[in-house]
């Protein structure tokens, strides 16, 4: 499946905050905002198209 390039623009804390995430899981910050877009989706039964099946889906905090 081809990706799709295109600019983020993110608060510096949330960055910040995305990226200590990401190295705690041993990801990419780019790798890791795919993780969590992918999670979002599937977890709100958005998805399209061949994407692949979540593992263990997080459970959201309120």
């Known amino acids: 499946m081809a990706k799709k390039k295109f600019v ?3 608060e510096e804390d ?3 905050s995305i ?6 899981e041993f990801r990419s910050v ?3 905002i795919e993780w969590m877009l ?3 989706l599937k977890m709100h039964k958005r998805v399209t ?9 997080p459970q959201m905090e309120d």
Do not use: F, H, I, T
């Not at 198209?49 to 889906?57: A, V």
């Open 8 to 10: 983020l623009r993110l």
């Open 14 to 16: 949330d960055y910040a």
């Open 19 to 24: 990226e200590k995430w990401a190295a705690d």
């Open 30 to 32: 780019n790798g890791q």
């Open 38 to 40: 992918s999670a979002m």
């Open 49 to 57: 198209g061949n994407s692949k099946p979540m593992e263990d889906l």
